[in-house]
């Protein structure tokens, strides 16, 4: 996927996404998840209706999906690329949740069969998650919120992070943060290396290239090349701390958040950075694939993925 391209996507998700963050969370607070909800799938439907090239780029999801997992029921149909924009509906009812202080604990499973929450009772250093656009990331910062009240510092590509910090805050959310990465430079480094110490943990998502291009490598994913940011992976190796996969996916109407080691340190020499990013995201888009048949239509990722084109009347 071209940066161009990549850059093009990325500024479509960043126009009026402050201003929208804003409209839907007072409209909730006022009305209420019932009386909103028709509301978001009305705008779900019109995006549904009059985006072609949304449609397309689910459609090549799920065929890909399909013809990599073997199972012809995930083939795409207009009917199952409509579900995947209602799903989608549905998580930003859920987000609105989430902003609201409307989930508890007892909505949401934990799976940490690694008892890597245990950790925040100890006091120890902070580490690197790694999430994706499959379920519902909103409900892993609300973790922060709701539980151990440890500080969670995700790292976002806007550059309205501080308009959205103000609205956290508004909504009551004290635990998160969002921090604009744009570059790794020295300055940044040594804020995120203070914060880890601190015991504060970081949150960036593993499948999305920076506003402005930014490195990415090409790797397999669902049985295609298609390009990864690099980010999470030098940020790992550069802040030489542990890093763990989160996911949030729904599943029975219950949201069951996972968190697993990943890596305990990755580490290379400049001569080989390329081959070990290589690998580690590699590795990164195979756990993601099997992530995405635990529910596929759950995917928001709502632009060319692969980048190729798609002649599908979608």
Known sequence: MSAQHNAHWARQGERGSYALMKLTAVLARLLGRRLISPLIHAIVLYFFVFGARARRSIWQ?????????????LQPSRRSVFRQFMAFADSLLDKLDVWNGKLGLEQISLIDPH??????????????????????????RALAELGEHVQMNVLVHTKHAEQFNRLLGESGASHVRLIQVSELDPALMLQLSNRLERGEWLAIAGDRVPLHGGRTISVDF??????????PWLLAGLLQCPVNLLSCLKVDGRYQVRIQPFAQRIEWTRREREQVIHRWAQRYADQLAQQCLDAPLQWFNFYPFWNEDDDTSA
């Open 115 to 140: 008892d890597l929450r245990g950790q925040l009772h100890r006091q120890e250093p902070g580490q690197l998650l790694v999430g994706a656009h499959l379920g519902n990331l909103e409900v892993c």
């Open 222 to 231: 669902l049985g295609k090349p298609a390009a990864f940011p690099q980010g």
């Open 61 to 73: 999801y799920q065929a890909n999906l399909a013809a990599w997992s073997g199972r012809t029921e």
